[in-house]
């Protein structure tokens, strides 16, 4: 039995093979090789000499990396509630089969497709002191203008706030696919026993959609740990590394500064990073189904 079943899964693992190949080569080989990288001095010209943890012992040491890596955890705390709620409650409020609803389905998944080139070009017209649609509506109504993108309390805020907005329409659309798998018999068997619209979401919506609650949660921490065309494009990092994420650092170190073993070292911290983040929501969603 056992020998004619490995003969029967030998073609579907040569169906298989083509993709197994190709995620080696395009992420194990890469991850495996950046541990490799960040055990070692190294810059852009080779010659790597193998250090031990030295560069892992240095980055705690660096108060640029600490400053970012506390930057890329506030961005995350600011970004990731507000997007799940907002995009829970648009998809709550939207999903119904009206051309209104559709419209707005629409409208907000549309800012979604843009590039970050040209998501960013629109906000810094919005955002900028001078000239920028925000000022020119301030000094209409006799305020000052705020200097979102210049100002070290303001800059951080200002990008989680584009981002949101960037970033609001895919968990819309992914909590709308969950809310729809839910049979409306269970809906109108409520509405029937004259179920308060609190008791409906808590007792059944909410726990009929939290596999999409984990995933929306796990993908965008995991997305907005990696966060890097906002800044760039429109704060460079600053004011004084105000706005500087850890993606941000590590392009600096290894392609401004050359020292790539040490850029390698701060990567493999955001590797792991993201890997508690993807599962934390998990976690947590273990420990509430046990309670």
């Known amino acids: 039995m056992i020998g004619r079943l490995n ?23 890469p991850l495996l090789a ?11 010209f080779g010659g790597a000499r193998f250090i031990g943890f030295e560069n892992y012992i240095r980055l705690f040491r660096d108060a640029t990396f600490l400053q970012a890596l506390g930057n890329s955890l506030l961005f995350v705390v600011m970004c990731v509630p507000v997007l799940v709620v907002l995009a829970l409650g648009l998809a709550l409020a939207l999903n119904r089969a009206t051309r209104f609803a559709a419209f707005m389905r629409s409208a907000v998944f549309a800012s979604s497709v843009l590039s970050v080139t040209v998501m960013t070009i629109i906000w810094r017209q919005i955002l900028a002191i001078d000239g920028g649609l925000l000022s020119h509506g301030a000094h209409a109504i006799g305020l000052p203008a705020l200097p979102f ?16 907005w960037w970033s609001l329409g895919l968990p819309m659309m992914l909590f709308l696919s969950a809310l729809q798998q839910v049979p409306r018999s269970v809906f109108e068997a409520a509405a029937l026993d004259r179920a308060t619209p609190w008791t409906v979401f808590r007792q059944i919506t ?7 609650l984990v995933l929306v949660t796990a993908y965008e921490c995991a997305l ?34 050359w020292d790539i073993g040490y850029a390698a070292a701060a990567s493999q911290m955001l590797f792991a990073l993201i890997l508690v983040a993807a599962f934390v929501p998990q976690l947590a969603q273990r420990l509430w189904r046990r309670a």
């Open 7 to 29: 003969r029967q899964g030998w073609p579907n693992l040569l169906f298989a093979l083509p993709f197994l190949l190709v995620y080696g080569w395009l992420l194990v080989y």
């Open 34 to 44: 950046g541990m490799g990288l960040s055990l070692n001095r190294a810059n852009l």
């Open 149 to 164: 993108l210049s100002d070290p309390n303001l800059a951080l805020p200002s990008l989680a706030a584009v981002t949101v």
């Open 206 to 212: 909410l726990p009929a959609i939290t596999p999409a």
């Open 224 to 257: 907005q740990f990696q966060v890097f065309g906002q800044p760039q494009l429109l704060t460079q990092g600053g004011p004084n590394g105000a706005s500087r994420p850890l993606v941000l650092y590590i392009y600096e170190t290894g392609f401004n500064q």
